[in-house]
């Protein structure tokens, strides 16, 4: 009777656990690979595997994408620094939203999601795929937010390179699905993919 009220318990208690917000480690911004070697390793890299990335490497790769390098400015240009750019990292465990100034990811949609996140299988088995958002009541245009956007994720394979990660940038996106799940506005528009992890 005791075993069974005991395995009871452990299965209420598995129920009750979900994913939650996540407190990143400090990125680490020195050090790596010198610019121009990491320029010369950049290239798209389908082949990634399922193996977890820690989550100290995963705060470097997002900081990279969208992180603040001095006051109140971020790694990337945007538009008259409007900072309409969102950054989202959809995971195994959930799609969280990456927030910079407090170097932390706020749970959006717990499960796994990384089926919407892409059409290639590639993408439904990565540790980390990064969806990049337009705010646009933010009051920039398409053109604008794109070259932000292009900046960010320029950045990630420059990062990914830096680590000997693969990565590679994505417009295959299920844009329409995201949008639910996420609950994004009428004005946030999903703009890129990108899919960074250990090669096979």
Not at 75 to 86: D, H, L, R, Y
Not at 101 to 115: T, V
Request: charge should be positive; hydrophobic fraction near 40%.
């Amino acid at each position: 009777m005791k075993t069974l009220f005991l395995t009871a318990a452990i299965l209420f208690v598995s129920a009750c656990v979900t994913a939650q917000d996540v407190k990143l480690p400090t990125p680490q911004t020195t050090g790596g690979k010198p610019l121009f070697d990491a320029f010369r390793s950049r290239q798209s890299d389908r082949n990634i595997s399922d193996a977890n990335l820690d989550l100290q490497t995963i705060s470097e790769v997002l900081w990279s994408a969208y992180g603040f390098n001095r006051n109140d400015k971020r790694v990337i240009p945007t538009a008259n620094n409007k900072q309409e750019i969102e950054v989202y990292a959809v995971l195994k465990d959930g799609i969280y939203l990456y927030d910079a100034k407090n170097n932390a990811l706020i749970l959006k949609a717990s499960g796994d999601h990384r089926k919407i996140a892409g059409a290639q299988p590639f993408v439904h088995i990565a540790p980390l795929n990064i969806i990049y958002v337009a705010d646009f009541s933010k009051g920039t245009t398409l053109l604008q937010s794109s070259v932000a956007c292009g900046a960010a994720s320029q950045n990630v394979y420059l990062a990914s390179a830096s680590k000997g990660l693969g990565c590679v940038v994505r417009t295959t996106i299920n844009s329409e699905e995201l949008h639910k799940v996420l609950k994004l506005t009428a004005d946030q528009q999903v703009l890129l993919g990108q899919t960074v992890g250990k090669t096979k």
